[in-house]
């Protein structure tokens, strides 16, 4: 299942440099694209802010 990112983003780009899929696009607050995200956990554990969960 594929990661989402919750309310709690600051934007700041961390988990966007360790995806390794670029399953993850810029805005006010983050976004993780289901269908190129691999589940592989890279961003949940760079967030900053525990922004990021299993969906």
């Known amino acids: 299942m ?3 990112i919750t ?3 600051v934007a700041c780009g961390t988990c ?3 995806c ?3 399953a993850i696009s810029e ?3 983050y976004h993780i ?3 190129k995200c691999i589940d592989c956990g ?4 760079s967030c900053p802010s525990d ?3 299993e969906g």
């Open 2 to 4: 594929a990661h989402v």
């Open 7 to 9: 309310d709690a983003c």
């Open 16 to 18: 966007m440099s360790t």
């Open 20 to 22: 390794p899929v670029d």
């Open 27 to 29: 805005g006010d607050i």
């Open 33 to 35: 694209d289901p269908d």
């Open 42 to 45: 890279s961003c949940a554990a």
């Open 51 to 53: 922004a990021i969960t």
